[in-house]
């Protein structure tokens, strides 16, 4: 009785966890005079943008940068002295916490990072333009510096900051070209090498969490931009697109939806771009229709593949859990479980599209082959005895 309570208590958590995943991406609309902001979503296919919030939030918008936390359901935008946070569900302004600065530095690009649920950034001396890492309490809005000392370069604000969640490296991009990488942990340098571009520079990085992969911008205004990616231990940048996709973009930070397979940035001409991030080409480029009044600023995709999941490779199950191994996973699933059940399986996709389903008897344990699928995040329904547990795991080949 006491491991199918444990089972019940688990599904619960889990189903929590999934209602969260909405697959929106969300933004700030901000009055003219930049005093007034809106939480808004756009539809990235029409470039509608659609007001959320019930009343307006008084305040300066921040381009230092913004970030959901997906398991909260909580998108941060922070200015240089405001750390604010809106509710996705219901747009309202959950809080407005001043921030309290690292030697009176300001906090930039904002960045939540899944495995330990914190808010990393960088704090800039205004004066010496030296960087610290540093995490950021979201409800005290105290800044706490990592780095031991400064680290090298000075931040470029148009380039943006990308966080690989897996291996905990902080990236960001030096104005004087260099691809700098910052253990999470510790705020030490990991990698600093001079970026190689074929034209131009790279810029609006995002790290794609179901590929391990930073894609930007490469180029200018002049030659044009393509989607690229970089190498972050050699700094070779690469391109993907054979075409040109943009010239002029603002300082709006780009963002990817890795299960459609695409990443979005707003262009100068006030068009939202969606290219494919394997051929880089435009799949989608609506000029965005703003709320009256307003300007649109800040896209995020409320990244599902950020929530937690169990990572792991040990098939021992421990205090009524029930076990994926591996996870990520490439070509075999394996499913143990804390005593034998009797059920069914069904495999869906993050969008809820069928998979494949399977019957269980009386087993302890089950072996799914899945080399045909697609890298991405997967949901499992587990229903026994009318309860019903739900996991996740993530296919990367």
């Known amino acids: 009785m006491n491991k199918l309570i444990t089972l019940l208590g688990f599904a619960i958590i889990s189903m929590v966890s999934n209602a969260q995943i909405d697959s929106t991406i969300y933004g700030l609309s901000v009055s003219s ?3 007034m902001m809106f939480f808004v979503k756009i539809d990235p ?5 659609t007001n959320i919030s019930n009343s307006p939030v008084f305040g300066s918008f921040g ?11 909580i998108y941060y935008n922070v200015n240089d002295s405001i ?3 809106f509710d996705l569900v219901s747009g309202n302004l959950l809080r407005e916490i001043p921030i309290t600065n690292f030697q009176n530095s300001t906090f930039n690009c904002i960045v939540y990072n899944s495995p330990n649920s914190a808010l990393y950034g960088l704090a800039v001396d205004p004066a010496s333009q030296e960087i610290y890492l540093g995490t950021i309490d979201p409800l005290s809005g105290v800044v706490n510096i990592i780095s031991p000392t400064y680290v090298p370069g000075i931040y470029s604000t148009l380039a943006g900051v990308a966080v690989d969640s897996h291996e905990s490296i902080f990236y960001y991009i030096s104005i004087d070209n260099h691809f700098v990488g910052l253990n999470m942990s510790n705020g030490e340098v990991i990698t600093n ?7 131009g520079s790279f810029g609006s990085i995002v790290y794609n969490c179901l590929d391990s992969v930073i894609y930007g911008l490469c180029g200018d205004p002049f030659v044009g931009r393509k989607l690229s990616k970089i190498d972050p231990i050699s700094g070779v940048v690469t391109y993907i697109s054979d075409s040109i996709i943009a010239h002029w973009i603002g300082s709006d930070k780009a963002t990817i939806d890795p299960f459609q397979e695409i990443y979005y940035f707003k262009a100068g001409d006030s068009t939202f771009v969606g290219a494919d991030i394997h051929t880089g080409e435009i799949v989608t480029n609506p000029d965005i229709i703003p709320i009256p009044g307003t300007f649109f600023h800040n896209a995020f995709f409320n990244h599902p593949c950020d929530i937690s999941y169990p990572v792991g490779n040990d098939p021992d199950p421990v205090a009524g859990e029930i076990v994926l191994f591996p996870n990520p996973v490439k070509n075999q699933l394996n499913i143990k479980f804390p005593e034998p059940v009797h059920g069914n399986i069904v495999i869906n996709d993050i969008k809820g599209d069928f998979i494949c389903s399977k019957s269980i008897f009386n087993r302890a344990s089950i072996s799914i082959d899945i080399p045909a699928l697609k890298n991405g995040l997967y949901v499992i329904r587990l229903t026994t005895s009318g309860n019903i547990v739900t996991l996740k795991f993530v296919v990367k080949n």
């Open 45 to 49: 296919v029409s470039g509608q943008v």
């Open 83 to 85: 750390l604010f946070a």
């Open 193 to 199: 090498p001079v970026i190689i571009a074929p034209d």
């Open 63 to 73: 381009y230092q940068g913004s970030t959901i936390d997906p398991n909260q359901g």
């Open 33 to 35: 005079t930049n005093t």
